[in-house]
Every structure is written in C-alpha cells, then in structure tokens.
Nanobody
Framework: QVQLVESGGGSVKTGGYLRLSCTAPGVTRGFNQMGWYRQAPGKERQFVAD???????NYADFAKGRFFISRDSAQVTVTLQMNDLGPEDTGVYYC???????????WGRGTQISVSS
C-alpha cells in the first residue's frame, strides 16, 4: 500500500515562505508524476503544480514565479518551495502521485498552511 506523507506546513506572515515535502515511505519504484493541490476553506480543491518523470513542470497561474516544484532522483519525494505567501494561499495542501499518466492514484492526507497579514 502506497502512502504519501506531507510535511512542512505551518503558519507564516504575509510575504513569508514555506517548503513542503512529500515522500512515500518504503516505496522503491518511482512515480511518473507527482504534484500538489490545495483546498482553501469553503472552496474546491485546485491544482498547484506538478512535475513529470522527465522533469517537465506545470504551474497554476497563481503559483508561477512564486512556487517551485522539484523531486529527488529516485522520484519518490517531491518538494514545493513557496515564496511570497499571502492570505489567499491559506489552505490544506495535498501531495499526489501516480505511476501512470492519467488521474493521480495516490494522495496524501494534507498539510495545513496558514498565512496571516
């Protein structure tokens, strides 16, 4: 059973930064794609960024220039560096991974980000 474990959430002030990490303990076979989604209070879950096995990256418009996604060479750990955070970035951030190219197969439980002004 694949489990994704996120870490790095917390509370920061506007303009601050956080670094999220997600890994799959015990997994030795890497994932084809890994990504991050977020869900703000009262809103639907939305895409943040993803990274594919060959290194291509995609970002939501709100993340471009502020968030940066990376992954380890084993392709079982993904990191999201988030800079210049604002209150609109508050929410639960979820890690996702898949060995295929379709919908994500595995999801983490989420880590809370709170940004105050």
């Amino acid at each position: 059973q694949v489990q994704l474990v996120e870490s790095g959430g917390g509370s920061v002030k506007t303009g601050g930064y956080l670094r999220l990490s997600c890994t799959a303990p015990g997994v030795t076979r890497g994932f084809n794609q890994m990504g991050w989604y977020r869900q703000a209070p009262g809103k639907e879950r939305q895409f943040v960024a993803d990274i594919r096995a060959l290194g291509s990256q995609n970002y939501a418009d709100f993340a471009k220039g502020r968030f940066f996604i990376s992954r380890d060479s084993a392709q079982v750990t993904v990191t999201l560096q988030m800079n210049d955070l604002g209150p609109e970035d508050t929410g639960v951030y979820y890690c996702a991974a898949s060995r295929g190219t379709g919908p994500y197969e595995y999801w983490g439980r989420g880590t809370q980000i709170s940004v105050s002004s």
